[in-house]
Structure formats: structure tokens, C-alpha cells
């Protein structure tokens, strides 16, 4: 009997441990799934331990490294990019280089101004003689060939001239006629030698009538006088230069044109004088002939090259200023007349030097300006910290050294193959 309570006992606990074996597998139902990289832990090599926390500190490094990474590239931006062109592909971009020099810096002093036309390329067209306008054959903003015909005058004055030189030439052929036939009379001694002289001194006469009535049409801008039974009252107003007509005046269909009244301006726009406005204390550290950049709104961060080319004698009173007249290139008559304008004029800096390279050479990587420096057959992207820009260079103060060769002519050439092989491939860095 004692032995069976035993053995009731014995099966009562047994049932009892695996009731709570099977209670505490239902609760930690992962348990299964976390004893599985066992067979993992044991390929590890030797010295290696799962649970080692250091483990976990590298796994959290090598992942802050990483981000770290990606930032770096994203603010490292195309810095270190590298491209290899042959010969024949740095001709035909048109890509030169030449060495980072070190140079005597020049200072630049800015200055209002205005753009005006050069004066020496103006015209102001007016008519020789007083009449009616019958015909405008241009508008205002038109381009002109020299010699095109800007409008058509009626003037009774041109039509008397016309008239006159008509009948100088009916008269010089009829005294041309007379003398021919009173030589040819008194070499048959058919009438008297003062016959002959006196069909002489006609000839003579009505030649210099016809001289003096061609002479009147071309003061009056006929170039070609008209032929006999051909006089017209018309007057043709052309122009005297090639360029734009930039005025118009009173210049109506029906008006009366007259000489001292101006109808049209012409003007070649293709270089315009910018005057600029020179304060008494700067005069003396400005020389003609000293390079020059334009800046005006309409083109934001745009420069027009050019140079100083007079400086006046006069001082205004009120300003205390000196005009400064600034000669610029307008191929493309960009630069419209009474612009404001900032001048931006070199002057000596005292001898400070630095390096200095083409402002075209600089170009705009990730925001960042940027050279192009060639080493062998590469091209290596560079960024640089920019110093003072002058009139057509920029100086650089760190980033190339001086002896190093650097684009100066088609950066943004080797730019655009940096962007594109960037668009096609990824960065490489």
C-alpha cells in the first residue's frame, strides 16, 4: 500500500511538470525560432562570439559609417570627378588649357552710368530742301542699309533743279552742234574766224551751265541728275549709314519736312559708349585704355567687356565728377540706350599679387564654383575658394596651385560630360 502511494505520487508530479512545460511553450511561442541561428553562430570562425556585445557596437558603427558616407558624397558633390578625352575630342569641344599663373592684381572701383549710343556713329537725317512728305518707307526700331531710302519728299525746289539741268543739257547739245558746224564752215573759209570763236565761247558757256546745274541736284543729294524730258519734283531721303533708326520725328505722310528739322536718327548700335560718372578722388587711379565690365539689371550676372576710352577735362560743379566713357562691343544690340548701369573699372592694387585664371573657367558644380585641372590625360573637377573678381579674371585663392594646368576655354563643355556621364552611370567616386 505504501508503495502504491508512491507511485501515485510519482505520476501525479509527472503530469504536473509537463503541464507547466507545455504552459510556458505557449507563452515564449519564438523560442523555437531564436535557438535556429545556432548552426549559424557555430560556422562563425574561431574567437567570434554572438552575444558579444562588441559585435553589435561594429554592426552600429559600420552602419553610421555608411550614413556618414552618403552624406559625405551628396555634400562632396562631383569634387574628385574625373574624365579622359583624346586629341581630337579636345579640339572639337574646344577645350584649352594653360598654366595657373600667379599675377599683379588689379583693383576695381564701381561707377553709375548710362548707356548711350557712340556719337561717332550716329546720324541725324534731315532733308536739303523744304517740301511735302508723300511716303515713310520705315518704322521706328528698323535696321538700314546705307543708302536705303528712309522716305520720299515733294519739293518744288527739287523739281526746278531737275528742270534747270534738263534745259542746260538741251542748250550744251545745241552749242555742242553750232561749234562743230561753224569749224567745220570756217575750214572751208566760209565765214569769218570770229564766227568760229564766238560758236566757241557758246560751247564753253552752255557747259558750264550744265556743270553748275549738275552740281545743284548733287548739293541737293541727287546723285545722278535725270536725263533730258525725265524732271520730277521727288526727293528721296536715304540713309547715310548702315544701322537702326532709334528716332522719328514729326515724320507723318503729308507733313512739311524742312532742312534745320531732323525726321529720322540712325545709329549703328553695334558699340555703344557707356558714360560713367567719376568721383574727383578716384580720378587718379584710372588711366584710358583700362579694361571695364558692365553690369545692368535686364541681365542679371552678366558682363559686357570693355574699355576706357576718354575722360573728360571738365569737372561738374555740382557732382564734383568726371565723365568716363567706357567704348563696349553690342553685337547683338543687347545694351539699349539710357540704361542705368554699374561700370566696374580696374585700377592698380599696389602690387598684390595671387592667382588669377579666366572668369569662364569657373563653373558651377553642386553649387560649388569649380575648375577643371588637367593632370596627363585626365581632367580632374576641383572645387575652389574664389578671391575678388576683376574685370574678365576671378582670383583663386585655394584649391589649385600655381604651375598646375587648368581649363580656361570650354569648361562647360567637360561640365556637361560630367552631368551626362553622371545621368547615365551614377556618381564615381
Known amino acids: 500500500m505504501q508503495r502504491f502511494l508512491i507511485l501515485v505520487i510519482a505520476l501525479s508530479a509527472s503530469v504536473l511538470l509537463a503541464s507547466c512545460d507545455d504552459n510556458r511553450s505557449k507563452t515564449t511561442g519564438d523560442a523555437p ?20 556585445p562588441d559585435d553589435h557596437a561594429g554592426d552600429v558603427h559600420r552602419d553610421d559609417h555608411g ?7 551628396d555634400e562632396h558633390g562631383h569634387e574628385g570627378e574625373s574624365l579622359r578625352l583624346s586629341d581630337a575630342e579636345l579640339q572639337a569641344a574646344g577645350i584649352r588649357v594653360a598654366e595657373a599663373e ?3 592684381l588689379a583693383d576695381l572701383i564701381m ?5 548711350q549710343p557712340d556719337q561717332s556713329r550716329v546720324a541725324h537725317v534731315a532733308p536739303k530742301v523744304s517740301g511735302r512728305i508723300v511716303r515713310v518707307h520705315v518704322a521706328l526700331g528698323d535696321a538700314v542699309r546705307k543708302g536705303q531710302v528712309l522716305a520720299t519728299i515733294d519739293s518744288i525746289e527739287v523739281g526746278e533743279a531737275q528742270a534747270a539741268y534738263a534745259e542746260s543739257v538741251v542748250q550744251l547739245d545745241l552749242a555742242q552742234a553750232n561749234f562743230e558746224r561753224a569749224r567745220q564752215l570756217f575750214e572751208e573759209q566760209i565765214i569769218p574766224q570770229k564766227d568760229w570763236l564766238q560758236a566757241q565761247a557758246e560751247l564753253q558757256k552752255a557747259r558750264a551751265a550744265e556743270r553748275a546745274a549738275a552740281g545743284r541736284l548733287r548739293l541737293l543729294g541727287m546723285e545722278r541728275p535725270v536725263a533730258e524730258g525725265q524732271a520730277s519734283s521727288a526727293y528721296v531721303l536715304v540713309a547715310p549709314l548702315s544701322g537702326t533708326v532709334i ?16 525726321l529720322f536718327t540712325v545709329a549703328d548700335l553695334s558699340r555703344v559708349w557707356v558714360q560713367a560718372s567719376l568721383p574727383e578722388a ?5 588711366r584710358v585704355g583700362a579694361p571695364a565690365t558692365i553690369e545692368v539689371t535686364a541681365y542679371p550676372g552678366e558682363r559686357f567687356e570693355g574699355r576706357v576710352a576718354y575722360l573728360s577735362s571738365m ?6 565728377s568726371v565723365q568716363a ?5 553690342n553685337p547683338r544690340a543687347r545694351l539699349k540706350m539710357e540704361m542705368f548701369a554699374n561700370a566696374h573699372i580696374e585700377t592698380d592694387a599696389g602690387g598684390e599679387q595671387g592667382l588669377v585664371v579666366p572668369r569662364d573657367a569657373i563653373v558651377l558644380m553642386d553649387g560649388k564654383p569649380t575648375l577643371f585641372v588637367r593632370e596627363g590625360e585626365n581632367f580632374e573637377a576641383r572645387s575652389v575658394e574664389l578671391g575678388q573678381p576683376l574685370a574678365s579674371a576671378t582670383v583663386v585663392r585655394a584649391g589649385v596651385r600655381p604651375g598646375e594646368h587648368v581649363v580656361v576655354d570650354g569648361a562647360y563643355a567637360l561640365k556637361a560630360r560630367v552631368l551626362k556621364s553622371q545621368m547615365g552611370e551614377g556618381h564615381a567616386h
Request: glycine share 2%; aromatic share 0%.
Open 282 to 286: 578716384q580720378l587718379h587711379r584710372v
Open 325 to 329: 566713357r567706357i567704348e563696349v562691343p
Open 102 to 104: 600667379v599675377q599683379t
Open 315 to 320: 569737372l561738374d560743379r555740382e557732382t564734383r
Open 67 to 73: 550614413d556618414e558616407a552618403a552624406h559625405a558624397d
Open 247 to 262: 528716332e522719328m520725328e514729326d515724320t507723318v505722310q503729308g507733313e512739311l519736312a524742312k532742312p534745320e528739322q531732323s
Open 111 to 115: 561707377v553709375p552710368a548710362t548707356v
Open 33 to 52: 525560432a531564436q535557438s535556429k541561428p545556432a548552426p549559424q553562430a557555430a560556422s562563425e570562425p574561431a574567437g567570434s562570439s554572438v552575444h558579444d
